[in-house]
């Protein structure tokens, strides 16, 4: 009787190393994916804003490029006699 309780404990001690050993090769696993997913999601936020940044940047060289010539244009109809003078 009291062999069949030991083989029971070691049974159970056995069964729970197993278990303990499937569970922390199971964590590993979800660890490793949501790593996976996490470097997938930080490079494609990256790149959206990388992507927005060069937009706007583009946006604004435009928009200053446009003013410029406008005001280059009105200070030409305004003081037309600057041209003559420096010919």
């Known amino acids: 009787m009291r062999e069949q309780k030991m083989l029971t404990a070691f049974n159970r001690r056995a069964l729970l190393v197993m278990f303990s050993s499937c569970l922390v090769c199971a964590c590993a696993e979800i660890k490793q994916t949501g790593r996976i997913i996490g470097h997938t999601t930080r490079d494609v936020a990256k790149g959206i804003g990388h992507g927005t940044r060069d937009v706007a940047r583009e946006i604004g060289h ?23 003078e420096s010919n």
């Open 62 to 84: 435009g928009t200053r490029n446009a003013v410029h010539g406008i005001g280059q244009g009105i200070h030409d109809a305004v003081n037309p006699s600057d041209e003559d």
